[in-house]
């Protein structure tokens, strides 16, 4: 059983309201400038306001789940999904912790870069859960294979990233800090890439 061509279901709905809101946050973080703890203090407070968006979202399809019978598709794969995105968004709020509890006022053009690659991934699930939704499951492989290629791209920038700052860093406690959050946002990618994991297996169990 699959979604269906018509009218979305509630669990379409659901997550297509999840992704929805993972895109919002990522474009957020492309768009808003950091240059002062003012900025800091409200880049935390606005990701915080869309992850705790995202955790209502999943108490909502938790419930749903736990109340209906038939599913359009097996509901440990809807709820597999939906965790696996919240991951995402869950890490975007950890990164905002991060730079204020380090006090980051001045993203590095890496950690810019991370971050646009993190928004290209949600703008990529969005489109492969609107295939899914639609019942275009043979269109989802296109996605998920560009989700993959921007977590093996994400590998080579941790790598440079790195090797840039033990090469331009004297200071010791910003080399630990940066590493912390180069590898922190690379984690992000890689919760992409479980996304785009779990979108395949669902085409493939329902094709």
């Known amino acids: 059983m699959v979604f269906s061509k018509g009218k979305r279901d509630k669990f379409s709905e659901l997550l297509v309201k999840i992704t929805g809101n993972l895109e919002k946050t990522t474009r957020f973080c492309v768009e808003h400038t950091i240059a002062n703890h003012h900025d800091l203090q409200l880049f935390l407070e606005t990701v915080k306001d869309y992850e705790n968006q995202g955790d209502e979202y999943i108490h909502i399809i938790t419930k749903e789940l736990n109340q209906t019978f038939i599913t359009p598709i097996d509901r440990e794969d809807i709820l ?25 006022v001045e993203l590095t053009e890496h950690m810019k870069k991370f971050i646009q690659t993190i928004h290209q991934c949600a703008i990529e699930i969005s489109q492969a859960i609107e295939c899914l939704s639609s019942k275009k499951l043979q269109d989802i492989s296109t996605y998920s294979l560009r989700i993959k290629e921007h977590e093996s791209n994400s590998d080579n920038l941790l790598r440079v990233a790195v090797k840039n700052l033990f090469a ?33 297996s669902i085409a493939m169990k329902n094709a």
């Open 168 to 200: 331009g860093v004297k200071d010791p406690i910003k080399i630990i800090q940066h590493k912390d959050i180069y590898e922190a946002l690379e984690g992000i990618v890689d919760d992409c890439r479980k996304v785009a994991n779990i979108l395949d």
């Open 80 to 104: 597999e999904l939906a965790i696996q995105l919240d991951d995402v968004l869950d890490g975007l709020e950890h990164i905002g912790a991060m730079l204020e509890m380090y006090s980051v």
